[in-house]
């Protein structure tokens, strides 16, 4: 079953330069392991942006879970979705780590004990635990990535996109994350992984 339906997308950022993204259709499988694989450049970011509906169609239409992203509910759907931006440093918030992760667990109204039980459960499994107290903007690319990783798993949502997510970390590093976001998937969530390089999205 398909969660997500792209239908003939196209999308212009400005005149000059023409479509970045012309007639695109995608179907992203329920519960799945999905890729994205492209070149650089071909606009694997701007359709996680578009799922995420942050930028406007120029035509076509995306559907998240049988309701069509249109203008204003955004916010519902993004509910359902949760991303890792390709540049960590895009995503951070907080002033600690700890501030960091529980800020989007703070929109989701839980209460203070399971919210702890998560930024505590989800920096071990990326092994930022001894971190949390630390400022997000002086870790490393790679240490940025995990905890941008593990805030997205705290959130627990039903769709999960990595934009390039483990691009700085090492291989033995990837390795571990990745397993980390299938153990977390349980066939039961939906993954989106966009990259150029093939043996990343696996
Ligand atoms: N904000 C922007 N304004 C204008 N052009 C943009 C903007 N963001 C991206 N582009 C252009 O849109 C195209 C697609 O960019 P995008 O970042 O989506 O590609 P990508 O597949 O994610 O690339 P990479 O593999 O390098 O991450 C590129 O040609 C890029 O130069
Ligand atoms: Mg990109």
């Given at each position: 079953?398909?969660?997500?339906?792209i239908?003939?997308?196209?999308?212009?950022?400005?005149?000059?330069?023409g479509?970045?993204?012309?007639?695109?259709?995608?179907?992203?499988?329920?519960?799945?392991?999905?890729?994205?694989?492209?070149?650089?450049?071909?606009?694997?970011s701007?359709?996680s942006?578009?799922?995420?509906?942050?930028l406007?169609?120029?035509?076509?239409?995306?559907n998240?879970?049988?309701?069509?992203?249109?203008?204003?509910?955004?916010?519902?759907?993004?509910?359902?979705?949760?991303?890792?931006?390709q540049n960590?440093?895009?995503?951070?918030?907080g002033?600690?780590?700890?501030?960091?992760?529980?800020?989007?667990l703070?929109?989701?109204?839980?209460?203070?004990?399971?919210?702890?039980?998560?930024?505590?459960?989800?920096?071990?499994?990326?092994?930022?635990?001894?971190f949390?107290?630390?400022?997000?903007?002086?870790?490393?690319?790679?240490?940025?990535?995990?905890v941008?990783?593990?805030?997205?798993?705290?959130?627990?949502?039903?769709?999960?996109?990595?934009?390039?997510?483990?691009?700085?970390?090492?291989?033995?590093?990837?390795?571990?994350?990745?397993?980390?976001?299938?153990?977390?998937?349980?066939?039961?969530?939906?993954?989106i992984?966009?990259?150029?390089?093939?043996?990343?999205?696996?």
């Amino acid at each position: 079953m398909d969660i997500i339906k792209i239908k003939d997308l196209s999308f212009l950022y400005n005149e000059d330069d023409g479509l970045v993204l012309k007639d695109i259709n995608i179907n992203i499988q329920k519960d799945e392991w999905n890729a994205i694989l492209v070149y650089n450049g071909s606009g694997k970011s701007t359709i996680s942006k578009f799922i995420v509906g942050l930028l406007k169609m120029t035509s076509g239409s995306i559907n998240v879970n049988g309701k069509e992203l249109v203008e204003g509910n955004e916010y519902e759907v993004r509910e359902s979705i949760s991303i890792v931006f390709q540049n960590p440093d895009n995503q951070f918030v907080g002033a600690t780590v700890m501030d960091d992760i529980a800020f989007g667990l703070e929109n989701k109204c839980l209460d203070r004990e399971e919210m702890h039980r998560r930024i505590d459960f989800y920096s071990k499994k990326v092994n930022m635990y001894d971190f949390l107290n630390k400022e997000p903007h002086n870790l490393s690319g790679g240490e940025k990535q995990r905890v941008a990783i593990a805030g997205t798993l705290a959130m627990d949502t039903e769709v999960i996109i990595l934009d390039e997510a483990t691009s700085m970390l090492d291989p033995c590093g990837k390795n571990e994350v990745i397993e980390t976001i299938k153990d977390s998937q349980d066939g039961e969530k939906t993954i989106i992984n966009s990259n150029h390089k093939l043996n990343n999205t696996v």
